[in-house]
């Protein structure tokens, strides 16, 4: 035995990954089950994996994290644009419904469904966002609404903000010109100087102390805060995905002007130029 | 994962059916380990970062067509795995060579958590991150995801979308490269820190440490 020669470390992993087998996985056995220092291999390769699976893991960067998330939201943005555009507002772009008729191969059949079913989703996501909004109402109870608007816009969940997000179909005449007169958020002027570094602590502040305002001192609270620019509320309903922001707070960010939207999870700051077509996402953080 | 969160597949339905927040979520659930297979299969923070924006945004435009014939988490790892790959090989010299700069290593060590693992934890990762760059990419992706991150040889594979033994093989080979540099350390199993998110992951997707694994060496038995 000991005049054999002594397979090589990458033989031994192999054996051990179980890849030997026939005649070489047989002499292999035979050799490792008498061979002191081919067993010492062995446990060395196991050695290997152990320190691998142990070497701890790394963070991601905060920095990393902040960087993707405001890439993502610029991402959902464009994206929803895309979407409501294409179903809202231009018929002539809209997915293509292919008007070939069908035939039953299987495969043909999966082509054809993706864009009717991409279809009925924005449209159920339109009429989901005409829900929304009518929360939105509901929740900060200031705008000039009623139950007749409401109803109205029940029966026509496609005058709420889908449109508005679209950034059409909307007059840009002055700021309550927002969802026709009707507002489904308001605008903070708070004055912070918001900081990279503690962007969420501060958002969180904001929102304390709003939330305190408007319990101890609700029309106080609303003379303070403004409705939105039409390009400002498609911009904010990009991003928070047609949800009621929780924040919209005019203020500066790392000294420059900036509106600071916040969602229960997430906050981003925005350029004061922030349009639904180009959001101008400045930073992101997670709440 | 809690009872009342959607599943990853829930939301990536969400994100398709247009939710604006529904892809942030599953990249917020999953981060820590797609960062973890950025950064070891890159071996560079720089690339680890570019590669795992890029990977989240081909994800982001390419969830219409995910057909639900893997996991969603295989699905983001192969993204994850490919944009690293391709960027090393758009920058060959980079993924090989490693000058022996300490700094570069303190880099991946300085963001750690709070807490922190133990200095000899930190030892043996400056030892494994130095390791692995020794290994040509596709071993090294292959050993990253099965040693590492303890996914099963079957779930790899789809990953790396190769055979099972092909992954097999790519370890193994590894493994023996790296013998020289490794051997020595003993892991520490109070350590095993590298399964980030895992409480996160539902059961279905979060895979077990792999069958031809080895029993645990004796904490502190190390030298």
């Keep these: 035995?000991?005049?054999?020669?002594?397979?090589?470390?990458?033989?031994?992993?192999?054996?051990?990954?179980g890849l030997a087998d026939g005649q070489r996985g047989r002499r292999l056995a035979a050799h490792v089950a008498t061979c002191d220092r081919c067993a010492q291999v062995g446990d060395q390769l196991a050695a290997v994996s152990s320190a691998l699976a142990s070497a701890p893991a790394p963070a991601?960067?905060?920095?990393?994290?902040?960087?993707?998330?405001?890439?993502?939201?610029?991402?959902?943005?464009?994206?929803?644009?895309?979407?409501?555009?294409?179903?809202?507002?231009?018929?002539?772009?809209?997915?293509?419904?292919?008007?070939?008729?069908?035939?039953?191969?299987?495969?043909?059949?999966?082509?054809?469904?993706?864009?009717?079913?991409?279809?009925?989703?924005?449209?159920?996501?339109?009429?989901?966002?005409?829900?929304?909004?009518?929360?939105?109402?509901?929740?900060?109870?200031?705008?000039?609404?009623?139950s007749s608007a409401a109803g109205s816009s029940v029966s026509s969940p496609f005058a709420g903000p889908a449109h508005a997000a679209a950034g059409q179909a909307l007059p840009v005449n002055g700021p309550q010109a927002a969802f026709g007169g009707q507002v489904a958020f308001l605008v903070t002027a708070s004055g912070t100087r918001y900081e990279q570094a503690t962007l969420a602590e501060q958002v969180r502040a904001e929102l304390a102390a709003k939330s305190a305002s408007e319990r101890l001192n609700p029309s106080k609270a609303a003379a303070a805060s403004s409705a939105p620019q039409a390009a400002l509320a498609a911009c904010v309903l990009h991003l928070t995905g047609n949800a009621v922001p929780t924040l919209v707070d005019r203020a500066t960010y790392q000294g420059k002007p900036a509106y600071v939207i916040a969602v229960?999870?997430?906050?981003?700051?925005?350029?004061?130029?922030?349009?639904?077509?180009?959001?101008?996402v400045i930073a992101s953080t997670g709440l | 994962m809690d009872a009342g969160e959607p599943s990853d597949a829930e939301l990536l339905r969400l994100h398709v059916a247009g939710d604006a927040a529904a892809f942030g979520l599953l990249f917020q659930r999953h981060r820590d380990r797609l960062w973890a297979v950025a950064l070891r299969t890159t071996c560079d923070p720089e690339e680890a970062a570019d590669a795992l924006q890029e990977a989240m945004i081909s994800a982001f435009r390419q969830a219409k067509g995910f057909r639900g014939d893997s996991a969603v988490t295989t699905w983001l790892h192969r993204i994850v795995v490919?944009?690293?790959?391709?960027?090393?090989?758009?920058?060959?010299?980079?993924?090989?060579?490693?000058s022996g700069d300490p700094e570069a290593l303190e880099s991946l060590v300085a963001h750690d958590s709070g807490g922190g693992p133990s200095a000899a934890a930190i030892d043996t990762r400056l030892d494994v991150d130095a390791a692995l760059r020794v290994l040509p990419a596709q071993q090294r992706a292959a050993l990253v995801l099965v040693d590492m991150?303890?996914?099963?040889?079957?779930?790899?594979?789809?990953?790396?979308?190769?055979?099972?033994?092909?992954?097999?093989?790519?370890?193994?080979?590894?493994?023996?490269?790296?013998?020289?540099?490794?051997?020595?350390?003993?892991?520490?199993?109070?350590?095993?820190?590298?399964?980030?998110?895992a409480d996160t992951v539902s059961p279905e997707q979060l895979p077990s440490r792999m069958g031809d694994s080895h029993p645990p060496f004796p904490r502190g038995g190390g030298g």
């Design chain 2, 149 to 197: 991150l303890g996914y099963p040889v079957a779930e790899v594979a789809a990953i790396l979308s190769v055979s099972e033994g092909t992954v097999k093989s790519r370890c193994a080979r590894g493994r023996a490269r790296l013998l020289p540099y490794l051997a020595h350390l003993r892991g520490d199993s109070a350590a095993r820190g590298n399964q980030p998110g």
């Design chain 1, 264 to 280: 229960p999870d997430r906050a981003w700051v925005v350029g004061p130029d922030c349009t639904a077509s180009n959001p101008d």
């Design chain 2, 82 to 98: 490919n944009a690293s790959l391709d960027r090393l090989r758009r920058r060959p010299a980079r993924s090989v060579s490693w």
């Design chain 1, 60 to 146: 991601m960067p905060d920095a990393v994290e902040r960087r993707i998330a405001a890439a993502l939201a610029s991402e959902a943005a464009r994206s929803s644009e895309a979407a409501l555009a294409s179903e809202a507002g231009q018929p002539g772009e809209a997915a293509p419904i292919p008007s070939r008729p069908r035939r039953t191969g299987p495969a043909g059949r999966v082509h054809r469904l993706r864009p009717l079913v991409a279809v009925s989703a924005a449209a159920a996501c339109l009429v989901l966002a005409g829900a929304v909004y009518l929360v939105g109402f509901a929740h900060f109870g200031t705008g000039p609404t009623s």
């Design chain 1, 1 to 17: 035995m000991s005049a054999q020669r002594h397979p090589d470390a990458t033989a031994l992993a192999e054996y051990r990954a």
